[in-house]
């Protein structure tokens, strides 16, 4: 009897400092940086009576992301997501009549802001290894031609957990918009529209910290 009551003691006193331990808080914020591995944008530029199909594939980019969420639970968690993207240019193919012209345009490195809404699902493995899946999207703006145009991606990749407050993250994201639109006037031909989406594939690493 006295053993037990002891033990009852005990725990009244050890479980609320476990409790205070494990609990790592429902908010957090991150840290991304993005290597985006290829790039291209499909699209058109027409005058009114012709419309010419083009592209413009790019090398490679880089992108920095910074977000703050919300854990529903242990598994569910919601953020939104602020970043910066530059694109470093390589070829531009156009096709006129049937015949498709390709020109450098390595010195071409697009930039865009965006601003996305995501939601992650983390796979539970009991262990510090957790697989995530995660969708977002939201609003994308070129910095270069200032047109704005709707974006959304797609995230897969493993969170390894350093300490109950802070998780290192790294994964795949596809990411893509619908059609910018740029209007400007060329000497001797005068309105033109150009309309062109994105799509890229990129390796993320990140820092998450709860609070």
């Known amino acids: ?78 953020e939104l997501e602020v970043g910066y993207r530059k694109f470093n240019g390589d070829t531009t193919s156009v096709t006129i009549s049937g015949v498709k012209y390709t020109v450098d345009s390595s010195d071409v490195d ?44 797609g995230m897969v990749g493993v969170n390894y957990k350093l300490t109950n407050n802070s998780t290192i993250f790294t994964g795949y994201r596809y990411f893509a918009t619908t059609d910018f639109k740029n209007e400007y006037n060329i000497a001797g031909i005068g309105s033109v529209t150009e309309k062109a989406s994105v799509q890229a594939h990129a390796i993320d690493v990140g820092y998450r910290f709860s609070f």
């Open 110 to 153: 697009p930039k865009a802001l965006s601003t996305m809404a995501n939601i992650f699902y983390d796979i539970p493995t009991g262990t510090k290894f957790t697989p995530y899946l995660g969708a977002g999207s939201g609003w994308v703006h070129e910095q270069d031609g200032g047109a704005n145009a709707l974006g959304y991606q």
């Open 1 to 78: 009897m006295r053993i037990s009551k002891l033990l009852l003691s005990a725990s009244v006193f050890i479980l609320p400092l476990t409790a205070n331990a494990t609990d790592a808080g429902k908010y957090y914020t991150s840290i991304t940086g993005e290597y985006i591995v290829s790039a291209n944008a499909d699209g058109s530029i027409t005058d009114g009576n012709v419309t010419l199909p083009g592209s413009i594939d790019y090398k490679n980019g880089i992108g920095s992301l910074a977000a703050i969420g919300y854990y529903f639970n242990d598994n569910i968690h919601a």
